[in-house]
């Protein structure tokens, strides 16, 4: 006698979950329900389950997540379909890639339900031929239509006159387009050096076949394609063109070797500066010049300074991006953080007549969050609100509360920006440059890296500005 199928119903609506479960029990299904992620992931730990209704929308972990979650496990047969009230084709496209099977639209009718279950569960049956079929596929050399739709990659069939006659969905999706009776080689492919690849596996012998892979972008997607001649008996009959999208891999590496570039030219300019001034004290033209060889060290030890700053911010993404930094996360108090810091810079802003206040008049203001991350956005902030200030100007500091977050303002009477300044503000290694900033030190890594603190807490960072009208600086973090 076959066991009953195990399903799980994930919903943070009691009413929604426990009416789905009347329905299943009625067809002698075993159900368990959650009413969050979290508990799902507890119960799908302990137990294998043939189908999992998902709904999306669940505070703490969400449906995607849970939904990653099942497909991320070795062997996993669990078939999701995703529950939820956004009908639109962009949340169908969205939840199938994540993993999902299939998609339910709230409200729906026990009837809805009970079809979309019949769907999944010939899917899962379609799991269980599919494993078969692959124990099958080398000795027999068949194309099973289940098989190829399951695929993570796409998959193209051409025959010996290079017309296309099987694409699977992933190969639609990646190429965007749908096989059609009028199809041709042309429409798929136009990459450069694509087609003659194929030519050439085509005119291949059955006793040398090799697999021919090229990376090409085809629209804002780089793709990387497989081409293989395909054999029946001893003839080529056509060609398997196998894709796989790394665009995310692709980005990342591009963004490896731009950092890297903007990284060599940073480090290259102080030390090549303070190689000239070494070299113009070896000549010893200086030598009976304290003052100018104290002004040339002087500007060396600037140099020195700037690039020990920029080895250190270096490190710090570095290390944040690699995950070494631990956190301590406790409930603090923005007025107190602020006001350390702004004490901190007082000497600074004394210096040039800088008048800096702190408007905190509801204090606490609670955030949960790591002090040192709060220390760092706030220390680049004070700081340039004084280094790109008026000598005799102002920089206030204010708190007020924005709907469920704090807003930080900084505010300065300094140089201000243009629009185009602006736009490029929170890329890496990027500074304002003019002959106001001239005299101005600095990484350009300081703004990049409160951004992407803030983004660690949910939080944001705006900026208004004008030149010569000084610069508003408006921080969002999450209120505890």
């Not at 003019?434 to 990049?448: E, F, M, P, V």
Request: charged residues 30%; contains cysteine.
């Amino acid at each position: 006698m076959e066991e009953p199928m195990k399903i799980i119903v994930i919903d943070d609506e009691e009413g929604m979950r426990e009416g789905i479960k009347r329905i299943l029990q009625k067809r002698e299904f075993l159900v368990d329900v959650a009413p969050d992620g979290e508990t799902a992931i507890e119960l799908l730990e302990k137990n294998a389950y043939d189908i999992a209704f998902v709904d999306l929308k669940m505070p703490g972990i969400d449906g995607f997540k849970v939904t990653e979650y099942i497909n991320s496990r070795v062997e996993n047969k669990t078939v999701v379909v995703i529950v939820s009230a956004l009908a639109t084709v962009e949340a169908a496209v969205e939840v199938t890639r994540h993993g999902a099977f299939d998609f339910l639209v709230k409200p729906f009718t026990p009837v809805d339900l009970i079809e979309v279950t019949d769907r999944a569960l010939e899917q899962r049956k379609l799991i269980f031929e599919r494993e078969h079929y692959l124990s099958e596929l080398n000795s027999e050399r068949t194309l099973s239509r289940q098989l190829i739709n399951a695929m993570q990659g796409g998959l193209v069939v051409l025959n010996i006159e290079k017309k296309p006659v099987l694409m699977n969905p992933k190969a639609e999706y990646l190429l965007g387009t749908k096989l059609e009776t009028d199809t041709v080689l042309e429409d798929l492919f136009t990459e450069e050096g694509l087609q003659d690849t194929i030519s050439g596996a085509l005119a291949s012998s059955p006793q040398g076949i090799t697999t021919k892979i090229l990376e090409t972008l085809h629209g804002d997607r780089m793709l990387q394609y497989r081409i293989s001649p395909l054999v029946l008996g001893d003839q080529i009959n056509g060609v398997i063109i196998i894709i796989y999208d790394f665009t995310e891999e692709w980005k990342v590496e591009q963004d490896k070797n731009r950092f890297i570039a903007m990284v060599t030219h940073e480090l290259k300019s102080p030390v090549a500066a303070i190689i000239n001034y070494i070299n113009v004290l070896q000549t010893g033209m200086f030598d009976d010049q304290p003052k100018k060889l104290h002004e040339i060290l002087e500007r060396c030890k600037i140099r020195g300074e700037a690039l020990l700053e920029l080895i250190r911010d270096l490190l710090h993404i570095n290390r944040r991006e690699a995950g070494k930094i631990e956190k301590s996360i406790e409930r603090l108090d923005l007025s107190e953080v602020l006001a350390s810091q702004l004490e901190f810079y007082r000497g600074q802003a004394d210096a040039r007549k800088i008048t800096v206040t702190l408007g905190a008049p509801e204090s606490p203001y609670y955030v949960k969050a790591d002090r040192s991350d709060l220390d760092r956005i706030f220390m680049n902030l004070i700081s340039n609100g004084i280094k790109y200030n008026t000598d005799g100007g102002k920089l206030d500091v204010a708190i007020t509360r924005v709907g469920g977050d704090w807003s930080v303002s900084f505010t300065d009477t300094g140089i201000g920006m243009t629009q185009e300044e602006i736009a490029h503000l929170f890329q890496e290694f990027y500074r304002v440059r003019n002959k106001k900033t001239s005299g101005i030190s600095g990484t350009g890594l300081g703004l990049a890296t409160v951004k992407r603190v803030l983004a660690e807490y949910n939080g944001r960072i705006d900026v208004l500005s004008k030149p010569d009208k000084g610069s508003t600086f408006l921080v969002y973090i999450p209120a505890a």
